[in-house]
């Protein structure tokens, strides 16, 4: 049978989709809403963006454009890898931070049962700890029974203080339990296949390899071994992903502002980030999308947030995502976007069609405050609850668009993913902005290093212990 994301009416009808009505002014208002005339001013800048995007993926740049199409390889080698093993553990847990983390996260929130870790003895659990608390950890490695797990080291660089950290910590835990003949069988390290310590220590062990595009950065790596590993083993159709990408790619692949959704989107943001909305809230009304919006948040901070454009002057640029939750976030943050500053443009996800429902039962008929919800469904509750909020922020001038996802599946996944890093490098390039380094982060880290005596950082070693000493009375 032919696999779904072959066929092109299944493909339309999941096809994502951006209503950007309530960004403008005929629907929000003069004084906050942007105009068409002044999207269509944007026609230029964007044809010389986009000749900016072709231009860096034709140097090799920029790899996350190829990443839908072009690893038919790496697909074979991955599920082969996975069909051959899968079998030998129950517990698969990812060691990474930063995009080699939450891209792993927002697939697993978003395309497995959300109790999947508690379903029945067969199915394969997955644990992702991004973080080096060592409660956190401790506690992992005390629940697991390590015969039965695999690590999946992920590190671009091969050399991140704290997936080495966790990942040294977890070796000896390992080597404990089966003993040293037998460590290679519950690691694999994916990571760069030119660069880094992590590829010396995973040669040398013999662990499995898999690599991560030179040219891909990390936030940008969702859709590389760094997110398919994982996918495949925990059962997600990888190939309908990547499909699902492809089909974005193809959908936006013009440079009319007004046919292609990434454009379309990343020109409104940059529209009203010049108009003082410099907060961008991401906000799903699916808990499945949350931590896509986790994912989209660093996406954005880290690709946009910036000092310096590619000319050297500092501009200090950079949209502030915020990560919301309907209905959840209706009762804690939806107050400040009504009526607070006007500095926000509200990103809404609807999902039209959800995998199940629920009835709200016939009951309490005569509790006037609770029979309106009799025989009403939760998916219609939550849906109206967005359409409502969308409304009442329309209402009071606040900017606000909605993506439209038929359905959660990996199909419509692959579209966001690819949809939201092509906007991002759109917005990087109107900005005039290099959207794929993180200087700001570098500083921090290498305190770290100097601190903890790594060759090299003497210097941030001598820079940190010569810091102005606190003052007391300022610490009550
Ligand atoms: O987007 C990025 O480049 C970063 O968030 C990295 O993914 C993160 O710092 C982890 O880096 P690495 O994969 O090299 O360990």
Known sequence: MEARYKSQDWQEKMRVKIDVNNMFAEFIGEKHGIKVSEVDGMAKEVEKADRSIKKQYKEGKLGFIDLPDRQKEVVNEIEDFVNKRRGDFDNFVILGIGGSALGNIALQTALKDPYHNLKNKDVLRIYVPDNIDPERFQSLLNTLDLERTVFNVISKSGSTAETMSLFLIARKAVEEEVGSDNISKHFIATTSRNSGYLRIIARKEGFKMFYIPDNVGGRFSVLTPVGLIYAAFAGINIRELLAGASYMKKIASGTDIWENPAYLNGVLQYLAYQKGKIMSVMMPYAHSLKDIADWY?????????????????????????????????????????????????????????????????????????????????????????????????????????????????AFTVGQLIYLFELQTALVGELFNINAYNQPGVELGKEYTYGVFGREGYQKMKDEYHSRPEKKGKYIV
């Open 297 to 409: 948040r660093q996406l954005w901070a880290e690709s946009l947030g910036k000092e310096e454009n590619r000319k050297g002057e500092i501009i200090n640029v950079g949209p502030t995502p915020i990560k919301a939750l309907g209905a959840t976030d209706q009762h804690s943050q939806a107050q400040l976007y009504m009526e607070g500053p006007y500095d926000k443009v509200i990103n809404f996800i609807e999902v039209e069609k959800f995998h199940t429902d629920l009835k709200i039962p016939d009951l309490y008929g005569d509790v006037k405050g609770v029979s309106y919800l009799r025989n009403k469904s939760l998916s219609d509750l939550i849906n109206t609850e967005k359409k409502a909020t969308e409304l009442a922020l329309s209402k009071r001038g606040r900017l606000n668009n909605t993506i439209l996802v038929p359905k959660i599946n």
